[in-house]
């Protein structure tokens, strides 16, 4: 994992300095602390790398905070109503900076109606070994944070829910959370699983 700063790349246009009362942010909750438990969002000093959303309406989500640390607190999310991606103008509400790959969330959901969850997060072991599954991948390793990145995913997204982005993390997508999140899970305990049949 190359970032060493998951700063946005991007302005923020506060609307509000606070969350939607939202019953699906439990369950974005639950998700966060098991895939910060199963090693999938990993720590560094000021936060955790990954990111994960779920569609509240039309292209609005509620998506992580950049850094987030306490995936218990409501302040730990930010609601994204609408992007300008022509600017790099993301419109929030909320009291921090949302996730670096605001962006990148907005244009999946704009582009799969069928998808109302995201869960981006971090794995050697997917990114070393994705091709034994045959999980689709981005050609080259774009800047994170990027539009450049988010259009990347796109091209190979596809109608695929999930994904490799090539020297940076992976991407699972589904109709709802705990579709996104198992599927993740799936996949690791498969490649784990054929990885130690190989090892005997």
Do not use: Q
């Not at 969330?105 to 091709?131: M, P, Q, T, W």
């Amino acid at each position: 994992m190359k970032e060493i700063s998951a700063r946005p790349k991007f302005d923020t246009k506060f609307l509000a300095d606070s969350i939607p009362d939202i019953a699906k942010i439990n369950s974005l909750k639950y998700w966060c602390r098991k895939f910060c438990k199963a090693g999938l969002m990993p720590f560094y000093g000021s936060g955790s790398f990954g990111n994960m959303s779920f569609r509240i309406k039309g292209n609005s989500f509620l998506i992580t905070a950049s850094g987030i640390k306490d995936p218990s607190s409501n302040e730990s999310f930010v609601m994204i109503s609408s992007v300008d991606l022509e600017k790099r103008i993301v419109y929030a509400h909320g009291k921090r900076k949302p996730s670096s790959e605001s962006m990148m969330h907005y244009l999946i959901y704009k582009n799969r109606k069928d998808v109302n969850a995201i869960f981006h997060g971090h794995s050697d072991e997917l990114l070393k070994y994705h091709r034994r599954l045959g999980i689709p991948s981005t050609i080259r390793d774009e800047s994170y944070g990027t539009v450049r990145l988010a259009k990347s995913v796109l091209d190979v997204l596809d109608n695929h829910f999930f994904m490799i982005m090539k020297g940076h993390g992976f991407i699972s997508v589904g109709k709802n959370m705990d579709k996104a999140g198992k599927r993740t899970l799936e996949i690791l305990k498969m490649l784990r699983s054929r990885l130690a049949r190989l090892t005997r």
